[in-house]
């Protein structure tokens, strides 16, 4: 309430000192998590190619080791990217901003779990969306407009991006 | 300074320089420049030592000691 108070007289007239408690970098984008996403997809189609084949060589099968391997990677990747953005940009104004932040950033948690487990493409689409709608929430936070556009390269799925002005 | 002070908090310092240790001070860092902390060894001469409230803080060595030239306000208050 006292908080509220001064905050409301503040309007940056007081003085700010800092705690050095972290690396104050205040760098934060949820591109890195974005393409992390569509990474896991384009790894899917091409653990799909593999399933086409009647029988597995040894190159093969080294692949499909390495693709498993960036797979498991890139799904830590957003859960680690996603976590960073939610546990150190977001702070009471973002939460009152966006209300349903937790319950996105849990759900991109569980649902890249699933895409370590599994390697269904819906899965990893699913994992877009909601990469999706964690950035469209991150760039209203930070006032920018956001659109849809599909990304220029496999597996060309549809990605939300913040329309910077020059 | 978690979990004794958050970003956003306010606090109230006094002038006087009263230094004692677990105290909270501001100070005017040269390296580090307007930064709040925590007092913990203040040595014969008057230069202190501070430290942050956990361990994701620059440490007291990183911090050095400091000369109560630096020292803007003791904390008397702080609104959360």
Not at chain 2, 3 to 27: A, F, M, Q, R, W
Not at chain 2, 37 to 50: A, D, M, N
Request: aromatic share 8%; net charge negative; proline share 5%.
């Amino acid at each position: 309430m006292l908080k509220k108070l001064v905050q409301f007289f503040d309007q940056g007239r007081i003085p700010a000192a800092s705690a050095h408690c972290d690396i104050p970098c205040k760098i934060y984008d949820p591109a890195t998590a974005q393409i992390a996403a569509l990474t896991i997809i384009r790894l899917m189609d091409l653990i799909q190619e593999l399933d086409g084949k009647e029988q597995l060589t040894l190159a093969d099968q080294a692949q499909l080791a390495r693709l498993v391997a960036q797979k498991e990677e890139h799904a830590l990747k957003v859960k680690e990217e996603v976590r960073i953005i939610w546990g150190d940009y977001f702070k009471q104004p973002q939460f009152e901003q966006i209300p349903s932040a937790h319950e996105l950033t849990h759900s991109i948690m569980l649902q890249a779990s699933k895409c370590k487990q599994q390697i269904t493409r819906a899965e990893g689409e699913a994992l877009l969306t909601l990469v999706n709608e964690f950035a469209e929430a991150f760039w209203l936070t930070k006032g920018v407009s956001t659109f849809k556009a599909t990304c220029p390269y496999p597996p060309a799925e549809t990605v939300v991006y913040p329309a910077l002005a020059e | 300074m978690e979990p004794h002070l958050s970003d956003g908090d306010y606090v109230i310092t006094t002038g006087l320089k009263h230094l004692t240790p677990g105290c909270i001070v501001v100070i005017r860092h040269p390296e580090y420049q307007v930064m709040i902390k925590r007092v913990i060894e203040i040595r014969e001469q008057g230069e202190f030592l501070l430290a942050g409230e956990n361990n994701l803080s620059i440490t007291s060595e990183q911090i050095g000691w400091c000369s109560r030239e630096w020292l803007l306000g003791v904390v008397l208050i702080t609104f959360r």
